[in-house]
């Protein structure tokens, strides 16, 4: 386990900051790799697609080791090498879960870089995120150290306009969100029963006028 404070994870990480990338050639699919070699126990491995995004990063700080994919996220490991620089004879041991204090470490090695190489940039800001994941959760390693991929969209149908019936067309010059009034339903009159109705009126009309015409002619028979 290494010691952020020590001098020589110090003297090592600012060995990295000065050493030259050296790119390869491209691959089979177009990515090309990008490494930044520390002769004190640090060194930098990017993975570049041919459009320069980063795919993957591996970062070795002397014996810890942490990996990052794009899609995946952050995975921590320990080195078993001979020496203090890595070589090709040297085993890479991957923690079944990312170990907090590993990323921490990591981290806080790289937070005070203020270079301009981006793919130091990349993996600063990568383990900041992580860091912060950390914090906030209280370091319980409980955190996410990498959002999931997010799911394919699917193609949303096209959506067709519904067709207004005739019967509720909306007149012109009404606005689109009034609503239109609904005629007004008169009742159908019946002639005959009309006829009747006048009759029945000019018969109650006549009965009150021949009681009237009496009333006064008992009135004037009394007197």
Do not use: N
């Amino acid at each position: 386990m290494i010691d952020p404070s020590s001098e020589r994870l110090k003297a090592a990480v600012l060995a990295l900051y000065q050493a030259r990338p050296v790119e390869g050639p491209p691959g089979d699919d177009g990515q090309r790799s990008v490494w930044h070699l520390s002769t004190q126990g640090v060194e930098l491995l990017s993975f570049v697609d041919p459009e320069g995004r980063v795919q993957r990063q591996e970062l070795t700080l002397l014996d810890e080791h942490c990996v990052w994919s794009s899609g995946v996220g952050l995975r921590t490991g320990r080195v078993e090498q001979d020496g203090a620089v890595r070589t090709e004879t040297s085993v890479v041991h991957p923690d079944a879960q990312p170990v907090p204090a590993r990323l921490l470490r990591a981290a806080l090695a790289l937070e005070h870089y203020q270079g301009e190489d981006r793919y130091i940039q990349h993996i600063q800001r990568v383990l900041a995120l992580a860091r912060q994941g950390l914090v906030l959760s209280g370091g319980t390693g409980a955190v996410a150290v990498a959002p999931a991929a997010p799911a394919p969209v699917s193609p949303t149908p096209p959506v067709s306009a519904p067709v207004a019936p005739a019967s509720t067309s909306t007149p012109p010059g009404a606005s689109a969100g009034a609503r239109t009034p609904l005629p007004l339903q008169l009742p159908v009159v019946d002639p005959v029963m009309l006829q009747r109705q006048k009759t029945e009126g000019l018969t109650m009309l006549i009965v009150l006028g021949l009681g009237l015409l009496v009333s006064v002619w008992l009135l004037f028979w009394l007197l």
